[in-house]
């Protein structure tokens, strides 16, 4: 009875391990839940989307002078006589007043052209702040495993230098080492747990970081999938780069965005010719039947003779300011470059210090394991059995670190390409449409903006 009884408590316990294990699994955080946790959280990304939304309005407020426009004005007053018989007479008036913009020698044109290049921009530099976000994803969630092993490394190490401790201690008591190995064995025991809380003060840190960049704590980080598919060589991957960054694209759209400012700061200097119309209705109480309404048509037009040099001023400004985007457009060129190279290194050197930390691994493990033993027969000192064990640390710790570098190398890349994107992550979520506020504010079709805006994109991409 009482085996039966044991073997039952037994397969319970297994049962609600498994259970456990099962709960543990089910509430597991992988990479993709990081990532669209991060995405639709993220108060960068809300910012950055208000900015665009922002410069959507540019557009509407930069066509609105070419749109007909329509004012209501309204007057009403009494006046009172300066004579003995006190007269008061009530007047009424009210206008309408239209006008529409025929020719400004291309000013507005320009005004919308602009307007729309700078969306362009605008969107480009979203796409930007989505990949910084989603990398300090993954960094934070590869972080939080690297600290997490190196914690569980700490851990373990403090248990083995305990059981070299005692080990030490009773050599000790049979006379075979001296006082000075058990006091190097306590001394080295000090330091691991000095570095054990070292390290989950570390893995504390890494926690809040990953809150910060997630919008959520992390509950045990599944590990992460396999890494994306890289070029084959880093010429490869910074001609993708010249192509598809969004800080390049960003760059060349507000170059076009300067040069359309050009012709609009000239084309102040152009007449300017519009249409009017007024409607007046008036009303006077002293006359009976005095109700008048009056019309008029007029076609007017202006031109800019002499204005203190404003115009001329305004047009050096605008070349000014092409020469600096210009030289902006050439910056971003040279720091994507350079970016795309930097990230390439890392990961070569990444790849070969993993490579390095293995062979170091299994080479350490087998010195502590005969230098452990042959500190049992009296051929080593305790100390050498605790430096064997440290070498055995610091090399799982510099694999654990390698790992971390090679993923965040990886994905470092893969941004500086321009690529890291939720399409590209297969994140199968709904990423924010900029087109949706554009075209609502703006009024016209998806087909119709969406040209207009390629266009403007593909001029560049060509």
């Known amino acids: 009875m009482k085996r039966?009884?044991?073997?039952?408590?037994?397969?319970?316990?297994?049962?609600?391990?498994?259970?456990?294990?099962?709960s543990t699994a089910?509430?597991?955080?992988?990479?993709?839940?990081?990532?669209?946790?991060?995405?639709?959280?993220?108060?960068?990304?809300?910012?950055?989307?208000?900015?665009?939304?922002?410069?959507?309005?540019?557009?509407?407020?930069?066509?609105?002078s070419r749109r007909p426009q329509l004012t209501a004005s309204g007057t009403a007053a009494i006046s009172d006589g300066t004579n003995s018989v006190r007269d008061f007479t009530d007047t009424f008036r009210a206008q309408l007043d239209a006008s529409l913009l025929l020719y400004d020698g291309g000013q507005s044109e320009a005004a919308v052209q602009a307007a729309r290049a700078n969306v362009a921009a605008s969107r480009a530099s979203l796409v930007s702040v989505e990949q910084s976000v989603l990398l300090n994803a993954i960094t934070a969630y590869v972080d939080v495993r690297r600290d997490s092993r190196f914690v569980s490394l700490a851990d373990n190490n403090v248990r083995v230098i305990m059981q070299q401790v005692a080990a030490a201690r009773d050599r000790f008591e049979v006379g075979e080492v001296t006082r000075t190995d058990v006091s190097q064995a306590d001394a080295r025991l000090a330091s691991a747990r000095s570095n054990l809380a070292a390290n989950r003060g570390s893995f504390e840190r890494t926690q809040q970081t990953y809150l910060v960049a997630v919008g959520k704590p992390p509950v045990n980080l599944a590990p992460p999938p396999a890494l994306p598919k890289l070029p084959a060589t880093l010429a490869q991957a910074q001609a993708i780069a010249a192509k598809e960054?969004?800080?390049?694209?960003?760059?060349?759209?507000?170059?076009?965005?300067?040069?359309?400012?050009v012709v609009r700061a000239r084309a102040a200097k152009k007449p300017n010719v519009s249409l009017g119309a007024n409607v007046t209705y008036g009303v006077n109480t002293q006359v009976f039947g005095?109700?008048?309404?009056?019309?008029?048509?007029?076609?007017?037009?202006?031109m800019p003779l002499v204005d203190g040099g404003t115009n001329d001023s305004l047009i050096r400004q605008a070349f000014s300011v092409l020469d600096r985007r210009k030289a902006e457009l050439q910056d971003a060129a040279r720091i994507v470059t350079q970016n795309t190279a930097s990230s390439w290194t890392n990961l070569e050197v990444a790849r070969a210090s993993i490579r390095s930390s293995r062979l170091q691994i299994r080479a350490a493990r087998v010195a502590f394991d005969g230098i452990q033993e042959e500190?049992?027969?009296?051929?080593?000192?305790?100390?050498?059995?605790?430096?064997?064990?440290?070498?055995?640390?610091?090399?799982?710790?510099?694999?654990?670190?390698?790992?971390?570098?090679?993923?965040?190398?990886?994905y470092t890349l893969v941004a500086s390409m321009g690529l890291l994107t939720p399409q590209y992550l297969k994140l199968g979520i709904e990423a924010y449409d900029p087109n949706v506020y554009y075209q609502s504010v703006n009024g016209e079709p998806i087909s119709r903006e969406g040209t207009a805006l390629n266009r403007i994109s593909d001029r560049w991409n060509n």
């Open 245 to 261: 960054h969004p800080s390049i694209r960003s760059a060349q759209l507000t170059v076009q965005a300067a040069e359309l400012d």
């Open 290 to 302: 005095n109700d008048q309404v009056t019309g008029s048509v007029s076609l007017s037009g202006s």
């Open 4 to 22: 039966d009884r044991k073997i039952i408590a037994t397969l319970g316990a297994l049962c609600t391990a498994g259970m456990l294990l099962s």
């Open 375 to 410: 500190a049992k027969l009296g051929a080593r000192t305790t100390l050498d059995v605790l430096d064997a064990e440290q070498e055995v640390l610091n090399a799982e710790s510099g694999l654990a670190s390698a790992m971390r570098d090679e993923y965040v190398a990886a």
């Open 26 to 64: 089910a509430l597991a955080d992988t990479l993709s839940d990081a990532l669209i946790s991060a995405y639709q959280t993220s108060p960068t990304l809300k910012i950055n989307q208000a900015a665009l939304r922002s410069a959507d309005e540019a557009v509407v407020q930069a066509g609105a």
